[in-house]
């Protein structure tokens, strides 16, 4: 604000230049997609009601995008701008004063950001459930402007709005990730076998040994698989494994011990 001192009592003559304080965009507004109607301003000192302002708003390749007119009112002019589809990269005002003034004056930059949207597909989308997979995935995104945008994977998509030129990288940041709640098969889950109480553990170990000295009382009764019959030496496997809680496990030990 301008100061100006004179004596008292008298009638004293003053010139106050003219001149643009200043050419912004909304402080809400200094970025936004395509589509976004965004807010603007000039405001001014010593310009009379009435003046006629225009605003240039172009990108950055240089192309003018549009123009925007209106009057100047209690020095200050207010408006919205809808950003144009073909923007590149950002957008600058630049407002001039006509009616003799030539004045201007240049806003700062707005970003124009992009809607993109990526749906993510696994390799194994044929035997897992791909939403568990990627969902709460955290992900970065680094853009040709230097910008880095960071989220998560909401089911299995990324719907972002980001500021870039012509390209930018998406990495998943699986370090981070959640263990998709996905069901791993494994041998004791395809056991039908109930899980066993203590008092069933000690009783099979009970039985597991009487068998283990049964077999042995039998394997000294007998010289050896050799001299037995063959309907005698087949009568004595049945019975023999007919006492054992797990011949399967035990099979080549049972084996070993009719023909050793």
């Given at each position: 604000?301008?100061?100006y001192?004179?004596?008292?009592?008298?009638?004293?003559?003053?010139?106050?230049?003219?001149?643009?304080?200043?050419?912004?965009?909304?402080?809400?507004?200094?970025?936004?997609?395509v589509?976004?109607?965004?807010?603007?301003?000039?405001e001014?000192?010593?310009?009379?009601?009435g003046?006629?302002?225009?605003?240039i708003?172009?990108?950055?390749?240089g192309?003018v995008?549009?123009?925007?007119?209106?009057?100047i009112?209690?020095?200050?002019?207010?408006s919205?701008?809808?950003?144009?589809?073909?923007?590149?990269?950002?957008?600058?005002?630049k407002?001039?004063?006509a009616d003799?003034y030539?004045?201007e004056d240049t806003?700062?930059?707005f970003?124009?950001?992009?809607?993109?949207?990526?749906?993510?597909?696994?390799?194994y989308?044929?035997?897992?459930d791909s939403?568990?997979?990627?969902h709460?995935?955290?992900?970065?995104?680094?853009?040709?402007?230097?910008?880095?945008?960071i989220?998560?994977?909401k089911?299995?998509?990324?719907t972002?709005?980001i500021?870039?030129?012509?390209e930018?990288?998406?990495?998943?940041?699986?370090?981070?990730?959640?263990?998709?709640?996905?069901?791993?098969e494994?041998?004791?889950?395809?056991?039908?076998?109930?899980?066993?109480?203590d008092?069933?553990?000690?009783?099979?170990?009970?039985n597991?040994?009487?068998?283990?000295q049964?077999?042995?009382?039998?394997?000294?009764?007998?010289?050896?698989?050799?001299?037995?019959?063959?309907?005698?030496?087949?009568?004595y496997?049945?019975n023999?494994?007919?006492?054992?809680?797990?011949?399967i496990?035990?099979?080549?030990?049972q084996?070993?011990?009719?023909?050793g």
């Open positions: 604000m301008s100061e001192k004179r004596q008292t009592g008298n009638k004293h003559k003053i010139k106050k230049d003219s001149i643009i304080t200043s050419c912004t965009w909304d402080k809400k507004s200094r970025a936004g997609c589509g976004y109607e965004a807010k603007l301003s000039v001014t000192e010593a310009v009379k009601n003046s006629n302002v225009v605003v708003i172009s990108d950055k390749s192309k995008n549009d123009t925007v007119e209106g009057k009112q209690d020095n200050k002019f207010t919205t701008y809808t950003v144009n589809e073909e923007s590149v990269d950002c957008l600058t005002l407002a001039n004063l003799g030539e004045l806003s700062s930059l970003l124009v950001l992009r809607p993109i949207k990526i749906s993510l597909i696994d390799e989308k044929n035997e897992l939403h568990k997979t990627f709460g995935l955290p992900y970065e995104i680094i853009t040709d402007t230097k910008q880095t945008y989220g998560t994977v089911e299995r998509e990324i972002h709005n500021h870039y030129k012509d930018y990288e998406l990495e998943l940041l699986y370090q981070s990730a959640e263990i998709p709640d996905t069901p791993i494994t041998l004791a889950a395809t056991n039908d076998e109930e899980p066993q109480e008092e069933d553990i000690e009783k099979a170990s009970g597991k040994q009487a068998a283990s049964t077999a042995s009382a039998s394997d000294a009764a007998t010289p050896g698989a050799n001299s037995l019959s063959d309907d005698d030496f087949n009568n496997v049945v023999t494994f007919e006492k054992i809680d797990n011949p496990n035990n099979l080549d030990k084996i070993n011990k009719l023909i």
